[in-house]
């Protein structure tokens, strides 16, 4: 167990590593690792699914085409929150920003999982003719994986579009 320190026996000296109310950019090592369990994972649901169930599960056209809406509302929102943002008078209000913030953070780390997801599921298709819609489902999943990708393009384009320069840049052309 730790002890508080009175007021005056404090060292506040040194400035906290970040300061209250900062949240850093997504980091892309994070990503990466969701990319790679969630290719790890889809990879594994053939054969695990075919052991369980008897057959591999099919990708339909409507999952695949909700994740390209979910990835162009991203990028219309992030234009939109971009152009705001920086023309002269707009203001956005901080909840809002906050807000947007939030939903570019969510859609980063779960668009990185889907993506690994299918194009590990697609993964597990390659080289596989003679099952029954082998090839749809490796086209889907392919489709699919690619949509998970640019869900991710379009939350990181958010994210940046949510940042506020700081005092440090404001001297910058």
Request: net charge positive; with cysteine; hydrophobic share 50%.
């Amino acid at each position: 167990m730790t002890r508080e320190l009175p007021p005056d026996e404090r060292d506040d000296t040194e400035p906290p590593e970040h300061p209250a109310g900062h949240v850093g950019p997504t980091r892309p090592g994070l990503l990466l690792a969701l990319g790679l369990v969630g290719l790890v994972l889809g990879w594994l649901l053939r054969p695990a699914s075919i052991r369980v169930a008897g057959t591999a599960p099919t990708v339909a056209w409507t999952p695949v085409l909700a994740l390209l809406l979910v990835a162009a509302i991203l990028f219309a929102v992030a234009w939109s929150t971009q152009r705001d943002l920086h023309r002269r008078g707009v203001r956005l209000e901080p909840h809002r920003a906050v807000n947007r913030l939030v939903l570019a953070k969510a859609t980063a780390l779960v668009g990185a999982l889907v993506a690994g997801g299918y194009l590990g599921y697609a993964l597990s298709w390659w080289g596989i003719s003679d099952a029954p819609l082998a090839r749809q489902r490796l086209l889907l999943s392919l489709v699919a994986g690619v949509a998970g990708v640019l869900i991710v393009a379009g939350s990181l384009l958010l994210e940046r579009a949510c940042r506020v320069r700081g005092d440090d840049e404001a001297d910058l052309p």
